[in-house]
């Protein structure tokens, strides 16, 4: 579903990803991790498309598409979505209003037809309902005086509202209690499907405690140094991520 | 000048005007207040000329008396009111140029609940009065009509405990030079909402003069203005807190995209002894393009120990990490920035307190939005 071959990105003409190279199939969860620094948010953005930064080289294919000639709303409508780390306020649009315009504007670029308001009003509060998304929050401004955890769950809510098929997490644990983490690792393990493929990005291992990967990339200084299954992450909360650097990928 | 006395509307008040605009003349960019809006290079050679424009009434409620300022005999009411305003140049021009329109009364603690409907129409000079005696309410809506030029003066006065909500919408008016003074008295307890949603015209101004006269009066204005190709708009606003108690709010949220100007220019004075009083002052403008231009020019003059003034003013340029947040959940561009702009403006739509007027607002927004991104 998603190959990235030897991509390399920079950022005001700074390299950040330097070589970088994954592949995803469809059913599939796959967890990347490392420190500060390393690339994640940078590899994040790429895919969902944000200004700014420049691939010099290498290739991202999606379902055998160019990702890279795609805007970012021509990639969301064909099943690319990424939770984002840092969920924009965006004061004067309710969260509903925000939900039903996304969720038709995916609909009429795959040439399918809008969905009437009371239509998406049962969708939503339906699933919103299994996330602890309040009523209130979908009347509320996108965001505005939302909590982070508030804020994490609505891009859960909206992952799955838009049924994507490719979901990238982009350190959604971040700032989430216990109790927190649980309600949306639960909301993203509902989603695991078949024809499914997710991207969980995390500095911590703690996540994948909830959120069980298939596989596990080591991302560090813009090129993946380690891969694994699951017990990598436990190695790497034992270790630190120092101890892998140190080691020749 | 024979025509006034035939009215018998206060002929000294004319002269007094006359003698102020013959001294000032059409203001022009060299003009401090109007250094933004050069109405005599607008004008050009026509000048302001001495054409009559007119009042037209489209939905007059039941319990509002009216009288046509250029009948006989006015009542005691106008007579006592009419022609008070005439400290800006403009407005001392349409007092001393008009010879018609309207004036409104709502009597003595009539609760008026239909909108009052009217609009300044044709080219040329005219003038409104509206009394709103003790304890009376209403809600007025303005329209503005398209035509080449036109110097609309309103004067306003709200008695003790009198409450008037006032929307105007200036439509997108082309090459129109139109130019609206209005002057606001408000008594003790008595509380005057504004909103002016402009979209602009070769030169728009509207010009508001706010007396907070009596104790605890409260003025609240509010503003939008969607500009886009050559166009102007400029609102200006003077509020006076006269005395103990009084409040003022004001936001005002403007858009300029291609070559349009956008201009607010805002003045709150605390006069001496107004002590206690509460202003806020808000002015934000979005500029869409290299070639639009924002003024925001909010001023302050404090003369009163112990008051509460906020000012606050910024002009800038679409939020990116809004944007891309809305195209990455699938929005395309134009559609998101549209959204982003409705989303700007939003608070200060928001001010409206009457309902149907708020989603008429909203509408004729959402029409222009479409039009501009």
Wanted: glycine letters at 10%; a negative charge.
């Amino acid at each position: 579903m998603l190959d990235i071959k030897n991509l390399h990105v920079s950022v005001g003409g700074k390299e950040i990803l330097k070589g970088l190279t994954l592949s995803i199939q469809p059913g599939q969860v796959h967890a990347i991790m490392g420190p500060n620094g390393s690339g994640k948010s940078t590899l994040s953005y790429v895919l969902a498309g944000r200004a700014g930064y420049d691939i010099t080289e290498g290739s991202i294919t999606y379902n055998g598409e160019d990702l890279t000639a795609l805007k970012p709303e021509e990639r969301a409508a064909k099943g690319v979505f990424l939770a984002m780390q840092y969920p924009v306020e965006i004061p004067g649009v309710t969260t509903m209003t925000f939900l039903k315009t996304a969720l038709n504007s995916q609909r009429r670029a795959r040439g399918e037809p809008d969905l009437d308001a009371v239509s998406v009003l049962k969708q939503v509060r339906a699933k919103a309902k299994l996330l602890n998304v309040s009523e209130e929050m979908l009347k509320r401004a996108l965001n505005v005086g939302f909590s982070g955890g508030e804020k994490k769950r609505l891009e859960i809510l909206q992952m799955s509202v838009f049924e994507p098929k490719l979901a990238v997490l982009d350190e959604t644990d971040s700032g989430l209690d216990i109790d927190a983490l649980r309600v949306v690792a639960e909301g993203v393990n509902a989603l695991r499907d078949p024809s499914r493929a997710m991207l969980v990005i995390t500095h911590y291992q703690r996540l994948l405690d909830y959120i069980v990967p298939d596989r596990i990339h080591v991302l560090a200084g813009g090129r993946i140094v380690a891969e694994g299954g699951k017990e990598l992450a436990l190695e790497l909360e034992a270790k630190g991520y120092e101890h892998i650097l140190k080691e020749p990928a | 000048m024979t025509g006034i006395t035939a009215l018998g509307l206060p002929e000294a008040r004319r002269n007094e005007a006359a003698a102020v605009f013959r001294a000032r003349g059409v203001p022009h960019r060299r003009v401090e207040e109007w250094k933004y809006s050069d109405l005599k290079s607008a004008l050009g050679e026509a000048g302001i000329g001495a054409g009559q424009a007119d009042l037209r009434i489209s939905h007059l409620p039941s319990g509002v008396e009216t009288f046509d300022l250029a009948g006989p005999n006015p009542p005691d009411w106008v007579r006592e009111y009419f022609g008070l305003a005439s400290r800006n140049v403009m407005s001392a021009a349409s007092l001393s140029l008009s010879a018609g329109g309207t004036a409104f009364r709502v009597p003595r603690g009539l609760a008026v609940a239909e909108p009052l409907k009217f609009e300044f129409t044709g080219s040329g000079h005219v003038r409104g009065l509206v009394v709103l005696e003790d304890g009376a309410s209403l809600t007025l809506v303005e329209g503005v009509t398209v035509d080449k030029f036109r110097n609309a003066g309103l004067e306003i006065v709200l008695g003790e405990a009198a409450r008037l909500d006032h929307v105007r919408v200036s439509p997108n008016a082309g090459d129109a030079v139109l130019v609206e003074e209005v002057s606001v008295r408000i008594a003790q307890g008595g509380q005057y909402r504004a909103h002016f949603a402009a979209f602009g015209s070769k030169l728009s101004r509207m010009e508001v003069e706010i007396a907070l006269e009596g104790e605890g009066a409260e003025a609240h204005l509010s503003g939008v203005a969607l500009l886009d190709g050559k166009r102007h708009s400029d609102v200006t606003t003077h509020v006076i807190h006269r005395t103990v108690g009084t409040r003022s709010t004001q936001l005002f949220k403007h858009v300029a995209g291609g070559h349009a100007k956008a201009v607010y220019q805002g003045k709150v004075t605390v006069a001496k002894g107004a002590n206690g009083s509460d202003s806020n002052q808000s002015a934000k403008a979005l500029l869409l393009g290299e070639n639009a231009e924002a003024d925001l020019k909010p001023e302050l003059e404090i003369f009163a120990d112990d008051v509460k003034c906020a000012h606050g003013a910024a002009v800038g340029d679409l939020d990116a990490e809004s944007l891309f947040y809305l195209r990455a959940r699938g929005i395309p561009e134009a559609e998101a920035r549209g959204l982003l702009l409705q989303a700007f403006l939003e608070d200060a739509v928001a001010e409206i307190p009457n309902t149907d007027l708020r989603e008429l607002v909203r509408t004729e927004l959402l029409t222009a939005l479409k039009a501009l991104v």
